[in-house]
C-alpha cells in the first residue's frame, strides 16, 4: 500500500507549469553554462537568464524575417503636388474595402465627447459631457453598453482590457463592467478631470479639480499614492508607455512629471505663457519626444532626454490644440476647425525659424470645439471627438502593421483573453519601480564618486560618517570660518619665554582661548551652507585682523621690517 508521501511524490512529479507561463521556444545552442560558479543556487538563476536572454535574441531575429507587413504612405507623383491636398474621399477609393470601413461619422447628442480605444484596438469606448457613455466593437458595430447618467462626465478609459470601464464623473470616479453594471463608486478620487490607465502595474490614476495626483490600484482596491501638485487644477493628463511616468500640464504653463515614489514632481518645467492644453508623448521612439500646446496657440516638441529646450516650436490659429502620437510616430494637432496631420522626421528635426513643418495631411471639421484626439492601435485610423459627435478618418502609414499576439491580439477569443489577464496579474509591476530611466533595473550600479575614508585609513558606510564629514565628501563643507590652530599655536608659542612641555589640560584651555568673543559667537549662530553678505564681510573683518597680528608679531621677532609710512598713504583704499 502505497504511503501519503509516496502519493505526493507522484502528484509532484506529474505536476506541470501552465502552457501560459512555459517558453515557447526550445532554449537555443551555445548558451555559457557558468559552471565556474560553486554556488548551485546562483549557478542555475544565472543559466536561467543567460537561456532567457539568448532566446530572446534570437525570437527578434525570427521576427524581422517574419514580420514582412510595412505600414505605407501616401506618395505624389511630381515635386508640385502635396499630400495633404488629398481629401478623405479619395483615400477612401483607393483603399481596400476592410481598411475604408474606418471612415464613419457618428452623429450623437450630449457632447462634446471624448473617446478611448483598448490595447488591442478593437473597442472603443466614447463619452459625452452630458452624460451619454458608450462601449462597442467598431469592426462589427456590437454594443456592449449604453448609459444615460444624467451628471456631467470628463473623460473614460478602460481598465487591463474591454471587460471594465472607468468613467470620471461629476464628483467620483465609477468603475463599470462590459454590461454597463456599476461595480465600484471610487470616493478618493474627488471631483476628477481626466484618468489614464498603466496596464503593467494594473494602476488607475486621476487628476482633478482639487489638484492631487491619485494611483489605485485596481487589484487590491488600495490607493497606492496621493500626490499634491500644489498647482491648483489640472485637465491635461498623459502617460509616457515606456516607462509609466505620468505627464500633467497645469494651468500656470507648467508641465511636470510624476511617479508615485516620489512625493513631488521628478521634472518640472515652464512649456508655455498660458494654460496647458494639449500633452501627448512619442511611443515610437521609447518616450524620448513629448508634444505640448497651449492656450498661447503654440505646439512644442520637447526632448524628455535633457530637457535643455523644445526641439521644434511653431504658432497654430485658433488656440489651444489637442495633440496625439500614433505608434509610428505621427503627430495630430487638432486645434480650431481642422485636423493636421505631422509625420517623422520633420517633427523631431531641430529648426531655427518658429515655421510649421511639413503638413501630412489636413481634414476639416466644422463642429467647434475639438475635444480629444486618438490613434486606433493596428489600424490607419484617426479618431475625433468634437461638440456634434465623432469621425474617424483615415490616415495612410500612421499605424503599426504588426501586432505581437501575446501583448494585445485584436482577434483574441474569450480563453485568450482570460489566460492573457491571469498572466497580466503573475507579472504585474510594482509602483516603486516606475521611474524617470527604467534600465537601471537589473544594471550595476555606477561607482561612486564620494570618498568616505576618513583620515585615508578605511571605508566607512556613507550614512555613517558624522555630518561635517558628509558635507566634506559631497563637497559642501563651509571651512572658510575655521581658524588656523597651528598657525596661532605657533605665533603664541613664539613668544612664550619659557619652551616647558604643557599638560593636556593646558592645551584645551589655550585652544579655546578667544572663542567666546561676539563675532565669533554670531559667526558660530549663522553657520550654513548659504552665502550670508553678512557673515562674509565679518570674516572677511576677522581675516584682515588676523593678519594685521600676524604681520606685528613678525616685526616684533625682527622676521620682516616696519613698513615706513608714505605721502601717497592717503589715497590707498581701505
Not at 473623460?155 to 465600484?184: C, M, N, P
Request: glycine share 8%; net charge positive; proline share 6%.
Amino acid at each position: 500500500m502505497a504511503s501519503p508521501i509516496d502519493s505526493l511524490f507522484v502528484k509532484a512529479q506529474n505536476t506541470s507549469l501552465p502552457k501560459s507561463l512555459r517558453p515557447t521556444s526550445p532554449p537555443p545552442d551555445n548558451v555559457p553554462k557558468h559552471k565556474h560558479v560553486k554556488d548551485l543556487k546562483l549557478r542555475t538563476k544565472l543559466n536561467r537568464q543567460a537561456a532567457h536572454a539568448a532566446r530572446s535574441k534570437a525570437l527578434v531575429e525570427d521576427a524581422e524575417l517574419l514580420l514582412t507587413s510595412e505600414a505605407g504612405k501616401m506618395q505624389v507623383e511630381t515635386e508640385l503636388e502635396r499630400t495633404w491636398r488629398i481629401g478623405q474621399d479619395d483615400i477612401v477609393q483607393g483603399a481596400g474595402q476592410e481598411a475604408a470601413k474606418g471612415r464613419r461619422e457618428l452623429k450623437l447628442d450630449g457632447g462634446p465627447y471624448r473617446s478611448r480605444y483598448s490595447k488591442n484596438g478593437r473597442h472603443l469606448a466614447i463619452v459625452g459631457s452630458m452624460g451619454h457613455v458608450a462601449t462597442f466593437d467598431w469592426q462589427t458595430g456590437t454594443m456592449h453598453a449604453e448609459l444615460q447618467l444624467q451628471e456631467t462626465c470628463r473623460d473614460i478609459t478602460f481598465l487591463q482590457d474591454q471587460s471594465f470601464f472607468a468613467v470620471a464623473q461629476k464628483k467620483y470616479v465609477f468603475i463599470y463592467d462590459r454590461d454597463g453594471v456599476e461595480l465600484h463608486r471610487l470616493k478618493a478620487h474627488i471631483e476628477p478631470t481626466r484618468l489614464e490607465f498603466l496596464p503593467y502595474h494594473w494602476l488607475l490614476a486621476s487628476v482633478g479639480n482639487n489638484g492631487f495626483l491619485k494611483y489605485q490600484d485596481t487589484s487590491t482596491g488600495h490607493i497606492v499614492a496621493e500626490h499634491r501638485t500644489k498647482l491648483g487644477a489640472c485637465h491635461t493628463l498623459a502617460q509616457n508607455k515606456h516607462n509609466a511616468v505620468l505627464h500633467l500640464g497645469h494651468s500656470n504653463g507648467v508641465v511636470t512629471l510624476w511617479t508615485p515614489n516620489i512625493p513631488h514632481p521628478a521634472v518640472q518645467i515652464l512649456a508655455h505663457l498660458g494654460p496647458v492644453v494639449g500633452l501627448s508623448v512619442d511611443p515610437s521612439s521609447g518616450g524620448r519626444y513629448m508634444a505640448t500646446s497651449g492656450q498661447d496657440g503654440v505646439v512644442k516638441v520637447w526632448d524628455c532626454r535633457n530637457w535643455k529646450g523644445t526641439v521644434r516650436e511653431w504658432t497654430t490659429r485658433g488656440g489651444g490644440a489637442e495633440l496625439e502620437w500614433s505608434a509610428r510616430g505621427a503627430l495630430s494637432v487638432a486645434v480650431g476647425g481642422s485636423v493636421n496631420v505631422y509625420t517623422k522626421p520633420s517633427i523631431q528635426t531641430s529648426h531655427a525659424a518658429k515655421a510649421p513643418p511639413p503638413l501630412y495631411l489636413t481634414h476639416p471639421i466644422p463642429h467647434r470645439p475639438l475635444t480629444s484626439v486618438r490613434f486606433c492601435p493596428f489600424q490607419d485610423i484617426l479618431t475625433i471627438g468634437h461638440n456634434a459627435g465623432l469621425s474617424s478618418i483615415l490616415v495612410p502609414g500612421v499605424g503599426e502593421p504588426n501586432f505581437d499576439s501575446t501583448e494585445a491580439d485584436p482577434f483574441e477569443d474569450k480563453k485568450a483573453r482570460r489566460e492573457r489577464e491571469v498572466k497580466g496579474l503573475l507579472d504585474k509591476i510594482q509602483p516603486d519601480m516606475i521611474t524617470l530611466d527604467p534600465d537601471f533595473v537589473g544594471a550595476l550600479a555606477p561607482p561612486t564618486k564620494l570618498t568616505t575614508a576618513v583620515n585615508d585609513t578605511h571605508d566607512v558606510p556613507f550614512a555613517r560618517l558624522p555630518r561635517l564629514e558628509r558635507l566634506r565628501a559631497q563637497g559642501k563643507a563651509d571651512e572658510t570660518e575655521l581658524v588656523d590652530d597651528d598657525d596661532e599655536n605657533t605665533a603664541e608659542g613664539d613668544g612664550d619665554k619659557n619652551d616647558k612641555p604643557q599638560s593636556r589640560t593646558e592645551k584645551e584651555k589655550r585652544k579655546m582661548r578667544g572663542k567666546g568673543k561676539s563675532l565669533k559667537r554670531y559667526l558660530r549662530k549663522q553657520r550654513k551652507n548659504v552665502i550670508d553678505p553678512t557673515a562674509v564681510a565679518i570674516r572677511a573683518k576677522l581675516e584682515k585682523q588676523r593678519e594685521e597680528k600676524r604681520v606685528v608679531k613678525a616685526i616684533e621677532n625682527g622676521q620682516m621690517e616696519a613698513r615706513k609710512p608714505s605721502a601717497l598713504d592717503r589715497f590707498r583704499r581701505p
